[in-house]
T-cell receptor, first 109, second 113 residues
Framework: QKEVEQDPGPLSVPEGAIVSLNCTYS??????FMWYRQYSRKGPELLMY????GNKEDGRFTAQVDKSSKYISLFIRDSQPSDSATYLC?????????FGAGTTVTVRA | EADIYQTPRYLVIGTGKKITLECSQT?????MYWYQQDPGMELHLIHY???????EKGDLSSESTVSRIRTEHFPLTLESARPSHTSQYLC????????????FGPGTRLTVL
């Protein structure tokens, strides 16, 4: 069983829609939870990170962590065509990250 | 914006050649990492370093080797490239302490013919 499972997608949504991305994990030792965005032929770019259960907002992005269910989510409000990318969840313990396989999102203008 | 650089960005070479992928960061980060990424798959850690003269193998077995002689530089070497080494190689770094959030370079796309 993989340590991190991510909803595979792909997702295609109209501009302005809410995008919902999800990951589950099995390792209770994970301490920090991150979301990365990766555009085609580029390296992953850190979007957000959090360490506690609950919600964290940054502009149009909301990261949600539920440690009791081992479940994390990323919500993108008012999605834009520039949000079209692959989104990777990642979780860390002892400075090492475990990644989900990524969900590719396309926002249609 | 992260200041981490990788060269070359693209490389096409023949089987049996020796190659070195370069990675440099200007943030003074202690920790550096190499990942391998294939389309639609997770990033797999192949090497990491927690400081100068410190290198460790990652979770994914790799025939590559690394060195860390200077804080800012973490090159990866393949002594004899094979078609199975064709992949995207990503370098990352993180600072000491905190969440361990890693900052990535743009990657090197390697194709071995």
């Amino acid at each position: 069983q993989k340590e991190v499972e991510q909803d595979p997608g792909p997702l295609s949504v109209p501009e302005g829609a809410i995008v919902s991305l999800n990951c589950t994990y099995s390792n209770s030792a994970f301490q920090y939870f991150m979301w990365y965005r990766q555009y085609s032929r580029k390296g992953p770019e850190l979007l957000m990170y959090t360490y506690s259960s609950g919600n964290k907002e940054d502009g149009r992005f909301t990261a949600q962590v539920d440690k009791s269910s081992k479940y994390i989510s990323l919500f993108i409000r008012d999605s834009q065509p520039s949000d079209s990318a692959t989104y990777l969840c990642a979780m860390s313990v002892d400075y090492k990250l475990s990644f989900g396989a990524g969900t590719t999102v396309t926002v249609r203008a | 914006e992260a200041d981490i650089y990788q060269t070359p960005r693209y490389l096409v070479i023949g089987t049996g050649k020796k190659i070195t992928l370069e990675c440099s960061q200007t943030m003074g980060h202690d920790k550096m990492y190499w990942y391998q990424q294939d389309p639609g798959m997770e990033l797999h850690l192949i090497h990491y370093s927690y400081g100068v003269n410190s290198t460790e193998k990652g979770d994914l077995s790799s025939e590559s080797t690394v060195s860390r002689i200077r804080t800012e530089h973490f090159p990866l070497t393949l002594e004899s490239a094979r078609p199975s080494h064709t992949s995207q190689y990503l370098c990352a770094s993180s600072e000491y302490g905190g969440a361990g959030t890693q900052y990535f370079g743009p990657g090197t796309r390697l194709t071995v013919l």
